[in-house]
Structure formats: structure tokens, C-alpha cells
């Protein structure tokens, strides 16, 4: 009786058709006309039912009856009016009265559900591009342009292939439910805890191994999430005890969670969402995203996981004994669940679609979890799946649709042009001025915004001047999307670190500062890629190679700095040095004289360090 109940509920009703029809549309592709709206308004369904109003405020059952109601009438509009709205022409055709109430209709409840879903951070961004639009002739100098009426507004936003109707509701379309959907299915078949059990017996018993352990497990949990919140909550409500238990204090292992986690939206293959957008906006297959990704995301793994080695030295800390490790469960016999990323790489690796890889991907999972009786779905676990899928990939949509407004403001206004050509006079012309304007640009709008709607918004307005300055395209997008990313952890508005220190019962301020101060070893690894596209998986095998290994080697040198050890204790000198050598590299071009200079420096510096140093200190207190 009970799951009866569960069944005829309208959020399991919702979840289901929203499933189904994700699924049909891979079997029978519709018009962009039909499967736009359709999933527009049944994500908008899904978040007014399960985020309804707060409670206490007055009349909020009837508030949320009538959004869902509003929702669905949107649907009936664009699904009666299909023949007009498909064939009619933009900016030629008449936009009737009831265009104009529906437009209206679904602005308003698009807004209700990011306030829901985000909060007011991304509805005040939204506003201020809606208010530019209307407003534009009374704004000074440069910003000045004609402005919309109200009836082109409306046809711009909810009738063309344009504002919601556009790329990136499109994205979410063919992309990011899937994704979604392989992440909720491969956590439900006990591929999350498999994750988090293997990092712990990798590293667990390494010096700082729970630290250790914690960035393995958000590494390996990045490949399957988007959102850096989620690795927190994930990872962190194992990983945070473990750290406070052997001398991190709450706010240091909150810190450490965060920063991890933060560095699975830039873990091929999922990568935050922002991946599937960036692919969109450079016309290039997923695959060759994917593949640029995996340099300068094991580069931010590995920076960190060098911080916690050599802070684990010198303070002893961190390291977990065996009684720690005990309650693990056995990783052999669940050997089989890592079969369905498997074959998510390999697919994508194989040039297969991005779609195909992840429906693949899952229907491994939902097979290989019956391989053994632990891990088999029970019906409740079905229909958790089914519900969880269509909330979270909700929560992606409803932000990804609503940015789609703020890139047509910033298209048919000609601000993103007019933008980067103000930005590019305002640092002098020159690329370093420029790019520290960008990383300032990228991190205020991180501030309480999802990665992936920064990330969009950076790359209309702050790519074309990267790319103006002779930054290769994808470079450029992958310098603000990077940033964008560490504004999760950069205060005074940083949601993975408050997150983390919910979790730890930490200082949220604190724990901030000090994920912040533990990312100054990632600031510098964008600058590398920019200046070297090779870091990208660009060029001969070699080559790539070699640009790898010395990224290693210059985010090594770059720790040493940062904390004062190798082997022991090194001066200020000593870490001047190894600062400079870090910069050296990480902004020479793979193969060029001062990059050959900087590798042999390195070489050289280290040899003294872990070496000769010692044996000198050794024969000193001999004498």
C-alpha cells in the first residue's frame, strides 16, 4: 500500500515522465520546438514540487498549485501553438497576445524556481541583464544601445532559438540529464561508497593519509558529479571525522574537503556541467573537452596532494592507524561496479556521443549491481532513483535555462563585444593586466553562483577579449571556467567551504581563508595552459608528455614554497628559489630556452634539497 501511494504521488508521476520521455527523444528525436519546452517545463514542475514555498508563509500550498498549474499551461501553449510557433519568422511575424501572456508567464515562474533552486544571487544577475535590455539607451558611454520593446523582449526570450529556447537549455537537453542520470544510478548501485572505500585503502595508511584519502575519493567521485557541494557532502561526512580524529582542527579538515571536492568539477568526464556547454559554445565533440581536461585536473590533484604530503611531514599529522581502516568493507568483491566508468571512458574515448557513453554507462551499472546481493536495487531503490534523477537534474536545469536570458541580453545588445574591447583598454592591452582582471571578474561572479552559470557568463563576456589577445580558443575557455571553479572556495562567499564547515562544525569564515589559502597552489596552473595550449592535449605525443611532467614538477616546486618543506625544513631563500623556478616553467612555453632553464633549475634545487643538504648537515654535526 505504501508504495502505491509512493507511485501515484505526483512528484514519482513527474520524475517518471520526465524520465520517459528523456528516453524517447533518444529513440524518436523531436523538433527543437518540442523537446526544449517539454523539458523546460517539467524541470520547472519538478522544482515547485519539491522545493515548494518555505513554510509559514501564508497560502503557500495554494502558491505552489498554481506555479504547477502555470507550468504545465506554459507546456499546453507551446505544444497547441507547435505549427505556428515552428514555422513562423523572427522579427517578421506578428507576436500575437497570448505569446506575449505566456512569455510573461514562463519568465516569471522560470525566476520562482531559481530563487528556489539557487537563491537571490543568480535572480539579481538575471534581473539587472533583464533591466540593461530594457533600459540601455539612458546607460552611459559604451553601455548605451537602443533597448528592446516588449514585444521583441518576449519573442527574443521565449520564441526564437534564443534566451530560454536556446544553447543552453539545449545542453541540458542532450547532455546533462544523462550525465545526471549515470551519476544518480552509479551512487545507487554503491559506486559512490566504492570510490570513497578504494581512496582509503590506497592512501589511508601514507602519512596524511586521511587527508590523502579524501582528495582520492573526490578525485575519483568528480568523474561522476557536477556539482562541488555535492563531493562535499558525499566524501566529507566520511572523510572530515577522519582528519579531525588524527590532529587536523575542524576548520583544516573542512578546508581540505572543500578544496578537493571543488576540483572534481574540473575531473573529466562529467567536469561540473560546464564541459557539455563549453563543447556547445566552441562547436567541438565532448570527447576532445574531456581530453583536455585530464591535464590540468590531475595537475590540481596533484598540487594538493603534495601540500598535504609535505604539511603531513612536518607536522605529523594526519596519518590513520589500522584500526582506522578496519570497518572497511572488502574491495574485491565489488571489483565489478567499476565496469560502468569503464565503459564510460572507453566510449568517449572511442569517439562514441557523450549521450551514448553515459546511457551505456548506466545501463552497466543497473546490470553489474545485480552481479552480487549486496548491491542490488530494491524496488524502493528504483523509484528513489527515478525521483532522484529528475530533482537534481532540475537543479542543473532551472540555472542553465535562466542563463539563457542573460547571453541573449548579451548578444543583441553587442555588450559581450563592447565588453571585452573595454576590458582589454582598461589593462593596458596587455594579456597579464587583462587576465588578472578576468580572475577578479570570474571569482566576484562566483560568488554564490552555480560554477556552470558563472562559467557562462565568463565565457560570453571574458573570452573574446582572451582570444583577442591571442589566447587559443579552448585555452580560453578553460582559464575562466578554472576560475570559475575556484570561486567555490574563495571567500567571502565560497558554498563548498561553508558546506564543508557545516559538516566539521567549523567556522565557516574560517574555513574559508583557509581553503583559499590552500589554493594558492592551483592559482597559477590556468596561466600554464594559457601560455602553453600542449597542456591541453594539443600537439605530438611528446610533447604532451613532456608538458606534463613539467606541470608536475613546477606544482611540486610551487608546494615547497608554499609550506617550507622537502626533506626537512627550507629556508626563505630556498623557497624563493623554488617559487621562482615554479613560475618559470608553469609561464615558459613547453620546449622553449627558459622552459629548459627552469626544468634544469628544478633538477638542481631538488638535488640540493633532498640530497645534499642533509649529508652536509650530517658531516657538519660530525665535525
Known sequence: MK????????????ALAFLLFQLYILYDPLTLQVTRPVHICLALATVFLWQPLEPGRRWRKVVDACLLTAAFAVLGYYLIDLARLSGRMENVDEVMPR???????????????????????????????????????????????????????????????????????????????????????????GGGQLFI??????????????????????????????????????????????????????????????????????MPPVMGIAAFVMAELLALPYSRIALAGIIPAVA??????????????????????????????????????????????????????????????????????????????????????????????AQVAVPIIAIGIIIAVAIQSNLALKFSTQLIAMSGGTLIGAMLMIILGCIVMGMGLPTVAAYIIGAILFVPALTKLGIDPLAAHFFVMYYCVLSMITPPVALASYAAAGLAKADAMKTGWLAFKLSFVLFLIP?????????????????????????????????????????????????????????????????????????????????????????????????
Open 3 to 14: 508504495l502505491t501511494r509512493r507511485v501515484a504521488n505526483p512528484r514519482f508521476l513527474v
Open 99 to 189: 505569446d506575449l501572456l505566456f512569455g510573461v508567464l514562463v519568465l516569471v515562474i522560470l525566476m520562482e524556481a531559481v530563487r528556489r533552486v539557487v537563491g537571490w544571487s543568480l535572480l539579481w544577475v538575471v534581473a539587472g541583464f533583464v533591466a540593461y535590455g530594457f533600459l540601455g539607451r539612458w546607460f552611459p558611454g559604451w553601455l548605451s544601445f537602443q533597448g528592446f520593446e516588449f514585444g521583441l523582449f518576449i519573442e527574443i526570450m521565449t520564441m526564437a532559438t534564443h534566451g530560454i529556447l536556446g544553447v543552453t537549455t539545449q545542453t541540458s537537453v542532450d547532455f546533462v540529464w544523462y550525465f545526471i542520470l549515470f551519476g544518480v544510478v552509479y551512487s545507487a548501485t
Open 197 to 266: 572505500d578504494s581512496a582509503l585503502r590506497m592512501v589511508g595508511r601514507r602519512k596524511g593519509g586521511a587527508a590523502k584519502s579524501e582528495i582520492v575519493a573526490s578525485a575519483l567521485f568528480g568523474t561522476i558529479s557536477g556539482s562541488a557541494v555535492a563531493n562535499v557532502v558525499a566524501t566529507g561526512i566520511f572523510t572530515i571525522p577522519l582528519m579531525k580524529r588524527t590532529g587536523y582542527s575542524a576548520e583544516e579538515a573542512a578546508a581540505h574537503e572543500a578544496t578537493a571536492s571543488t576540483g572534481g568539477q574540473l
Open 300 to 393: 590540481y590533484y596533484f598540487a594538493l596532494y603534495m601540500i598535504v604530503d609535505l604539511k603531513a611531514r612536518r607536522r605529523g599529522i594526519g596519518t590513520l592507524s589500522a584500526a582506522d581502516l578496519t570497518d572497511i568493507a572488502p574491495i574485491t568483491p565489488r571489483l565489478h561496479l567499476f565496469a560502468s566508468p569503464l565503459v564510460l571512458i572507453g566510449l568517449l574515448a572511442s569517439d562514441y556521443s557523450a549521450t551514448t557513453a553515459a546511457i551505456a554507462a548506466s545501463v552497466v551499472a543497473l546490470v553489474t549491481c545485480y552481479f552480487r546481493r549486496q548491491s542490488r536495487l530494491s524496488l524502493a531503490g528504483w523509484l528513489d532513483m527515478i525521483e532522484d534523477v529528475a530533482r537534481q537534474a
Open 527 to 623: 596561466f600554464a595552459f594559457a601560455f602553453d595550449p600542449t597542456l591541453l592535449w594539443a600537439g605530438a605525443p611528446g610533447w604532451i608528455a613532456l608538458a606534463f611532467i613539467s606541470m608536475m614538477a613546477a606544482t611540486f616546486a610551487w608546494a615547497v614554497m608554499l609550506e617550507g618543506y622537502v626533506n626537512g625544513v627550507v629556508g626563505w631563500l630556498e623557497r624563493a628559489l623554488f617559487g621562482a623556478v615554479a613560475l618559470l616553467i608553469l609561464f615558459a612555453p613547453t620546449g622553449s630556452r627558459w622552459w629548459g632553464a627552469g626544468c634544469a633549475a628544478f633538477l638542481l634545487l631538488c638535488a640540493w634539497a633532498v640530497w645534499l643538504r642533509p649529508r652536509l648537515a650530517v658531516t657538519r654535526a660530525a665535525a
